[in-house]
């Protein structure tokens, strides 16, 4: 056993949640150990009790209880992350949207966690993030995350000041999101507003979100239809004007039109057969405005389509510039 440390967050950690910091600090030490030591108040965060979801700014200070032995870290801090792989490092630097001396913006592939999670290991976009330093000796940070089979905008801030700014925004109305899924059917209304709050389910249903009136979170998205094919398939937009675990794919499969490929909320209802049709999931980030951190004037960054939606619309029909401009189609509340 080792003895009790009380450690300061650094300024490369900014906005990670705590269990992200224990994860990449103490790799070894188990989500079980852990819950424990917060549910007897061992971690704490300046001096107060803590949860693992709480996000950590730089200049807290952490205590962590004495580790048992084969638990601890390695010694040398600069050896917990390995060496991004010069393939992934190619793949990120490729997803390059748009970079200036604060802001790096990607179009993240589907199918890439952005955090670590069950079965991601160190296989996710915060373990790789030392492959976008380019000219600077600090890594990005994450201000916002997008689920794994998303693709489109992903913003990261190149300072802590910067991360900080990217996201207080996007916790406010100041950052809007704009969506494009390819949905199985036609929604009823050609547009409108979806406004149904939304819990996680208990038990064994993992991360997944249900309606709950009752205990659940306000959940706000505003949609219309660009396109459809038939009654078939629908090209829709979308705006969340809340923030919550799952909201599109919840809130498309409440208006009973889940977004292709999704299984985990379309069940074999998210998916068309003898089409050809791919069965990933058919869910793009695809644009983010939001005021620049340093200048405070409006960025907006618009991400093309991964190849297997590209594909799919082109199967259905639809022509992208139909679309028009990202956020001209909702006025804001």
């Known amino acids: 056993m080792n003895s009790v440390q009380i450690l300061?967050?650094?300024?490369?950690?900014?906005?990670?949640?705590?269990?992200?910091?224990?994860?990449?600090?103490?790799?070894?030490?188990?989500?079980?150990?852990?819950?424990?030591?917060?549910?007897?108040?061992?971690?704490?965060?300046?001096?107060?009790r803590a949860k693992a979801n709480q996000r950590l700014s730089p200049g807290l200070h952490i205590r962590v209880p004495p580790v048992p032995e084969g638990e601890a870290p390695k010694a040398n801090p600069e050896n917990r992350r390995p060496a991004v792989d010069e393939?992934?490092?190619?793949?990120?630097?490729?997803?390059?949207?748009?970079?200036?001396?604060?802001?790096?913006?990607?179009?993240?592939p589907a199918g890439i966690a952005v955090q670590g999670g069950t079965g991601t290991g160190d296989k996710h976009i915060d373990a790789w993030l030392d492959a976008l330093m380019f000219d600077r000796d600090d890594r990005p940070r994450l201000v916002h995350r997008l689920d794994k089979d998303t693709s489109g905008v992903l913003?990261?801030?190149?300072?802590a000041n910067a991360a900080a700014k990217l996201a207080a925004a996007f916790k406010s109305r100041a950052a809007r999101k704009c969506y494009w899924a390819l949905v199985v059917g036609v929604p009823k209304l050609r547009q409108g507003r979806i406004d149904a709050a939304l819990a996680k389910l208990p038990g064994r249903a993992g991360e997944k979100m249900a309606v709950d009136e009752d205990e659940g979170k306000r959940a706000v998205t505003w949609y219309r239809v660009v396109d459809n094919a038939l009654r078939k398939a629908a090209w829709l937009e979308m705006e969340p004007r809340t923030g919550r675990t799952h909201q599109?794919?919840?809130?498309?499969?409440?208006?009973?039109?889940?977004?292709?490929?999704?299984?985990?909320?379309?069940?074999t209802e998210a998916f068309i057969s003898g089409t050809g049709v791919s069965r990933k999931m058919h869910l793009h980030a695809r644009a983010v405005r939001i005021p620049h951190p340093r200048t405070g004037k409006e960025l907006v960054v618009v991400a093309p389509?991964?190849?297997?939606?590209?594909?799919?619309?082109?199967?259905?029909g639809f022509d992208l510039s139909s679309a028009g401009k990202p956020f001209d189609a909702f006025e804001q509340d």
């Open 155 to 159: 913003l990261l801030g190149r300072s």
């Open 87 to 108: 393939k992934i490092a190619r793949m990120l630097r490729d997803a390059v949207l748009y970079m200036d001396d604060d802001v790096i913006a990607l179009n993240k």
């Open 248 to 267: 599109l794919r919840a809130h498309t499969a409440l208006m009973g039109t889940p977004i292709m490929g999704d299984g985990k909320y379309g069940g």
């Open 8 to 48: 300061a967050v650094a300024e490369d950690d900014a906005d990670i949640r705590l269990d992200r910091w224990f994860k990449r600090h103490y790799p070894t030490v188990g989500h079980g150990l852990l819950e424990k030591w917060l549910r007897t108040g061992q971690v704490r965060v300046d001096g107060k």
């Open 305 to 316: 389509l991964p190849e297997h939606m590209e594909k799919s619309f082109e199967f259905f």
